[in-house]
């Protein structure tokens, strides 16, 4: 994980510079990056031609948390129409996926599917597709691993994504790209997140009421949902996620919405595609909508700890270069971020002390609607409350418990979905 050091700023933090599409691919590849992972571990499927420049690096996540590879996902990834366009302009990018050290059968999937892609999709000769393992099995490890450690030091632009979403707008990924390009000042670009129950002829009201909760969601502001975004790619690369931080969207939010908390939040800096959406599976039942919140209220913790317990005490200049910081911290004191998590939870005597405005901040995302359509969602900002109450309840005790049982804070709780519906 050593090409952090490459992109460490000492002059303040990265902003955002207009994307310009070349009609040739004019960058030259870096040597490789000094890598974490095992030399055996890098596989490289079919062989191929390294291009002339790799322009673009797109990472599919598989940690231990992502239960299952979706071939139709994979599947809808290969229709976008981002190969078509980089193939018109003679430019080229890489797929990445890191996966599970133990991940035996998702492994044979995407191998297949990655084989068959090379073999026969209609522009196979604009992007080159490589496995790699991940031993240290979670989510910020993975991302460490392809943004640091595996993704081509040419590449402009980063996308991350899950290896179970569905894309059903073939243009998404282009789009998503164009708008990093015609905003000047972004430096994450998202789309939007559907509810695979938005596809339902009919739908329950349970399912009626879920769909209610993504829009006030959407409405509420702009969070980077993990399972799929763009990046900058000399942004990206003066971050560093901790080990033992569960999610990535609000820390990222958190950080370059700020400029590396240097700024007051920015809203141009955190984009949203217009026509890019994906879609995820929704909850099933009340008992994985508490259990996904619980999970939630302690990724929320654990972001807010991190952030303003302890990156924002931090120096400019501390600030500026925070990825090499956080990446030295994991190194030299791995469980120092457990031990920052140990004494807030220890000061905390009721379970909405865990970050601020635990009881009220589901109400606060009615602020935005108009005046008709605030007094349509009050009835589902309440219940969404309730529930982020209970949620935030469990997280507290669950969190104390494992205080007295082992002395130590459970902050990467694996789940899936929990990722899937960070938005909410």
């Given at each position: 994980?050593?090409?952090?050091?490459?992109?460490?700023?000492?002059?303040?933090?990265?902003?955002?510079?207009?994307?310009?599409?070349?009609?040739?691919?004019?960058?030259?590849?870096?040597?490789?990056?000094?890598?974490?992972?095992?030399?055996?571990?890098?596989?490289?499927?079919?062989?191929?031609?390294?291009?002339p420049g790799t322009f673009l690096s797109i990472g599919i996540l598989a940690g231990s948390s992502n239960p299952e590879f979706d071939v139709t996902a994979l599947t809808s990834f290969f229709n976008q129409t981002l190969f078509s366009e980089l193939s018109k302009r003679g430019l080229c990018c890489e797929i990445i996926c890191v996966m599970g050290e133990e991940r035996t059968q998702a492994t044979a999937t995407v191998e297949k599917v990655f084989q068959a892609q090379v073999n026969s999709h209609e522009h196979r000769d604009t992007f080159i597709c490589h496995m790699i393992r991940n031993p240290e099995r979670n989510r910020s490890a993975a991302w460490n691993a392809f943004v640091h450690a595996s993704s081509e030091a040419s590449s402009k632009f980063l996308f991350v994504m899950d290896g179970d979403v569905v894309i059903h707008n073939p243009d998404t990924l282009w789009n998503m790209f164009c708008t990093m390009g015609e905003k000047r000042d972004s430096v994450i670009v998202v789309d939007e997140p559907v509810k695979d129950i938005a596809f339902k002829p009919k739908r329950s009201l349970f399912d009626r009421l879920s769909l209610a909760v993504s829009h006030l969601a959407l409405a509420g502001g702009k969070v980077i949902p993990e399972q799929l975004y763009v990046m900058r790619a000399e942004v990206a690369r003066n971050i560093y996620l901790p080990n033992d931080l569960p999610m990535e969207g609000r820390?990222?939010?958190?950080?370059?919405?700020?400029?590396?908390?240097?700024?007051?939040?920015?809203?141009?800096?955190?984009?949203?595609?217009?026509g890019a959406a994906h879609t995820y599976k929704a909850h099933r039942s009340l008992g994985e909508i508490l259990q996904d919140r619980k999970r939630r209220m302690v990724n929320r913790t654990v972001?807010?700890?991190?952030?303003?317990?302890?990156?924002?005490?931090?120096?400019?200049?501390?600030?500026?270069?925070?990825?090499?910081?956080?990446?030295?911290?994991?190194?030299?004191?791995?469980?120092?971020?457990?031990?920052?998590?140990?004494?807030h939870i220890r000061r905390c005597y009721f379970f909405w002390q865990i970050f601020p405005n635990v009881t009220s901040i589901r109400i606060k995302r009615l602020q935005p609607l108009p005046e008709m359509e605030e007094l349509r969602y009050v009835p589902i900002a309440y219940l969404e409350q309730f529930i982020t109450l209970i949620g935030s309840w469990l997280a507290y005790h669950s969190m104390k418990r494992s205080l007295k049982q082992n002395h130590a804070v459970p902050l990467c709780i694996p789940n899936q979905q929990s990722r899937a519906t960070a938005m909410h």
């Open positions: 994980m050593q090409r952090i050091m490459q992109f460490a700023k000492e002059d303040g933090g990265a902003t955002g510079t207009e994307c310009e599409l070349p009609t040739t691919a004019t960058a030259t590849l870096a040597p490789e990056a000094e890598s974490s992972l095992r030399p055996e571990e890098e596989m490289q499927v079919a062989p191929q031609e390294q291009a820390f990222l939010a958190a950080v370059l919405g700020t400029d590396y908390l240097l700024k007051e939040p920015n809203s141009h800096r955190i984009v949203r595609a217009v972001t807010y700890v991190l952030v303003e317990g302890y990156l924002r005490h931090l120096s400019q200049q501390r600030k500026q270069n925070m990825g090499v910081l956080l990446m030295q911290n994991d190194e030299t004191e791995p469980p120092w971020l457990s031990d920052l998590m140990e004494t």
